[in-house]
């Protein structure tokens, strides 16, 4: 069982950036596909970002694609999420999960391990 937590969550104006932090405990990040979801109030989490447990491939949504990048530091056992040009739209409860899928899963059922989520609000 692998344990997540998020951090680096704030308040930023729109268009601003900010990294968000996931550190594992555990096991290995590099074991795992990687993903951050986002979910707004009332809503669902959506996929934002993954990272393939195969080759260490990137993928995003087409919401967030040329604004954010995962990446991961198998050394300090964690994963990022850098997000710049942000919208207020960005504003949401971001999670990191786990999944030991390979491929490239984007879907909430194949991810079995999740952080609590790390608040992250865009001002327009």
């Known amino acids: 069982q692998v344990q997540l937590v998020e951090s680096g969550g704030g308040l930023v104006q729109a268009g601003g950036s900010l990294r968000l932090s996931c550190a594992a405990s555990?096991?290995?990040?590099?074991?795992?596909?990687m993903g951050w979801f986002r979910q707004a109030p009332g809503k669902e989490p959506d996929f934002v970002a993954g990272i393939s447990r195969s080759d260490g491939r990137t993928y995003y949504a087409d919401s967030v694609k040329g604004r954010f990048t995962i990446s991961r530091d198998n050394a300090r056992n964690t994963v990022f999420l850098q997000m710049s040009s942000l919208k207020p739209e960005d504003t949401a409860v971001y999670h990191c999960a786990g999944s030991v899928r390979f491929g490239f899963p984007a879907g909430r059922n194949e991810y079995a391990y999740w952080g609590q989520g790390t608040q992250v609000t865009v001002s327009s």
């Open positions: 555990g096991r290995t990040v590099s074991s795992y596909s």
